[in-house]
């Protein structure tokens, strides 16, 4: 088994990497919205991950460039989480023509996006 002193370097690396990625997506951030516009807008489609009971993993994707807009680590599937994170992307990348999700708690859109936004919902597989 290795000590905490060996695993160090590579988290700090993990980090470091996780830092710049993030860096570079905020950067290109400008030249996303612009594809996206001449694309016509964008679908956001959310979908959310976890295990047992390790922090929520939720996405944002352009289900039309099926590009990744944004993600952030959630302690639950609450509001209070998840609103911040939608307005982020609308501050960011405009409001989506629709947005998709799975059916039920997610009924927020009027909150963030002036409930001018068509809302699908998509069985969970």
Not at 59 to 66: P, S
Request: charge should be positive; glycine fraction near 8%.
């Amino acid at each position: 088994m290795e000590s905490n002193h060996q695993c160090r370097p590579v988290t700090e690396l993990g980090r470091r990497f996780i830092a710049l990625l993030a860096l570079a997506h905020r950067q290109s951030a400008p030249r996303l919205k612009e594809a996206m516009a001449f694309q016509g807008g964008y679908i956001l489609h959310l979908d959310a991950t976890y295990e047992d009971k390790s922090p929520l993993l939720m996405t944002g994707i352009d289900a039309v460039m099926e590009i990744v807009l944004g993600n952030i680590k959630l302690p639950s599937e609450k509001a209070d989480g998840i609103i911040p994170f939608l307005r982020q992307l609308n501050d960011c990348f405009g409001p989506p023509l629709a947005l998709v999700h799975r059916p039920g708690k997610w009924n927020f859109r009027c909150k963030v996006f002036d409930g001018g936004v068509r809302q699908r919902f998509r069985n969970r597989s």
